[in-house]
Nanobody
């Protein structure tokens, strides 16, 4: 059974840093892309960053580029978030997508597995 378990969320002031973790288990993720998405109240879930499990290539949303860094160490995917802003407040989700022809790794519907989410609140 695949499990993605996020941790590391919390309440911080603007300008602070947080590191989110996503512990992945239940199968081999070789051939998968691991992504972070977020969803603020009243808004749609949006792409934040993704990393290929095998090659390590990364891609970021423009809104977080230069502030957030996605990485992987063994079976854990991290999202280092620096210079946090009020607008970064959201529930952050870890997700896994099997790489296949035509996949859009910035779209939530292409991801096969999801974690339960972790709340990040940034006070202004």
């Amino acid at each position: 059974q695949v499990q993605l378990v996020e941790s590391g969320g919390g309440l911080v002031q603007a300008g602070a840093s947080l590191r989110l973790s996503c512990a992945a288990s239940g199968r081999s993720f070789s051939g998968y892309v691991m992504g972070w998405f977020r969803q603020a109240p009243g808004k749609e879930r949006e792409f934040v960053a993704r990393i290929s499990w095998s090659g390590g290539s990364t891609y970021y949303a423009d809104s977080v580029k230069g502030r957030f860094t996605i990485s992987r160490d063994k079976n854990t995917v991290y999202l280092q978030m620096n210079s946090l802003k009020f607008e970064d407040t959201a529930v952050y989700y870890c997700a896994a997508a099997l790489i296949r022809r035509g996949i859009a790794t910035t779209q939530a519907w292409d991801y096969n597995y999801w974690g339960q989410g972790t709340q990040v609140t940034v006070s202004s």
